[in-house]
């Protein structure tokens, strides 16, 4: 039972490139997150999807885009790399949206933009 | 805004110590808080989940504490382990914003 899969494990990325990070759930979850996590600062959720079908925008949305392809997979986009966007990524699911379903993560994608 | 603050950022401790990890919220209308475990290159594993009615959690060597009108929690590992060596970060869910925010960590290292 993988859990939460992310692809790939490692990119670096000249600014101004594009790129999508992966994610699958084989747990038959409603409920996607990406967050990034940067050192000195908390995770931050970036984008989620509550059920399929649906998107909305988290803490820090700029600079992102999102597609929830089905049930079990949910892509995060950047379409012109920043440095700033050099980061760890977690995407994360949970069975349903809300505090009471906890929280499944992936093991990140680390991401260099130069 | 929610601020989550986690002291200190880094713990060492001989193995069989027992240890404390402190956890402080600015706002207390929250509907739980939760403790989660990161290894190096790792995503983040879930150890405890206070719900906001309870005053505490047990999982093994680990306890974690609430206290809502303080805007405080701890966990705390008993007999601590050289594999208990990791970052340990809560996470609280606020009813207001309906979304949860994390704390920045603590490094936790238990040597031999």
């Known amino acids: 039972n993988a859990g939460v899969t992310q692809t790939p494990k490692f990119q670096v990325l000249k600014t101004g490139q594009s790129m999508t990070l992966q994610c699958a759930q084989d747990m038959n979850h409603n409920s996607m997150y990406w967050y990034r996590q940067d050192p000195g600062m908390g995770l931050r959720l970036i984008y989620y999807s509550a059920s399929e079908g649906t998107t909305d925008k988290g803490e820090v949305p700029n600079g992102y885009n999102v597609s929830r392809l089905n049930k079990r997979e949910f892509s995060l986009r950047l379409e012109s790399a920043a440095p700033s966007q050099t980061s760890v990524y977690f995407c994360?699911?949970?069975?349903?949206?809300?505090?009471?379903?906890?929280?499944?993560f992936g093991n990140g994608t680390r991401l260099t933009v130069t | 805004k929610q601020e989550v603050t986690q002291i200190p950022a880094a713990l060492s401790v001989p193995e069989g110590e027992n240890l404390v990890l402190n956890c402080s919220f600015t706002d207390s209308a929250i509907y739980n808080l939760q403790w989660f475990r990161q290894d190096p290159g790792k995503g983040l594993t879930s150890l405890l989940l206070i719900q906001s009615s309870q005053r505490e959690q047990t999982s093994g060597r680990l306890n974690a504490s609430l206290d809502k009108s303080s805007g405080r929690s701890t966990l705390y590992i008993a007999a601590s382990q050289p594999g208990d060596s990791a970052t340990y970060l809560c996470?609280?869910?606020?009813?207001?914003?309906?979304?949860?925010?994390f704390g920045t960590g603590t490094r936790l290292q238990v040597t031999l």
């Open positions: 996470a609280v869910f606020t009813g207001t914003a309906s979304k949860l925010t």
């Open positions: 994360a699911s949970s069975e349903y949206p809300g505090p009471n379903s906890p929280l499944h």
